[in-house]
């Protein structure tokens, strides 16, 4: 779909809890808001939510603050460590290359492909 930016709340499994379409233009944080500005309430056993790190720093604890749900950032290997400094004669630690499987945010991912096939 271009121009427009779907964020999705899926279960452990992939199976989409809730859904959010809008603008391009609306930075990620943002739209955490807007999809789970609607939800309030609706999951009242659902404790904690895995995100990217589109969705740290301040999304990250305005979910705490109005869901009350633990939030974990979950980071690609390698994601962080660009400009870490290491002492003189020490080589910096080897960045991953190629694709990677990132545990929990496959689920995410297949859980779109799977509304892209219905898409088309």
């Not at 979910?63 to 962080?80: A, D, F, K, N």
């Not at 020490?90 to 290359?97: A, D, M, R, T």
């Amino acid at each position: 779909m271009k121009g427009r930016k779907r964020h999705i709340l899926v279960d452990t499994e992939g199976l989409v809890l809730a859904v959010k379409v809008h603008a391009a233009d609306i930075q990620d944080r943002e739209g955490a808001k807007l999809l789970l500005g609607d939800v309030a309430g609706r999951f009242p056993r659902m404790k904690k939510l895995w995100v990217d790190s589109g969705y740290a720093g301040k999304c990250r604890d305005w979910i705490r603050e109005h869901l009350g749900w633990e939030v974990e950032v979950v980071r690609r290997p390698g994601e962080g460590r660009r400009g870490v400094w290491v002492p003189p004669g020490v080589s910096p630690p080897e960045l991953p290359s190629g694709f990677q499987v990132v545990r929990r945010r496959w689920v995410v991912e297949r859980t779109f492909a799977w509304l892209d096939v219905i898409d088309d």
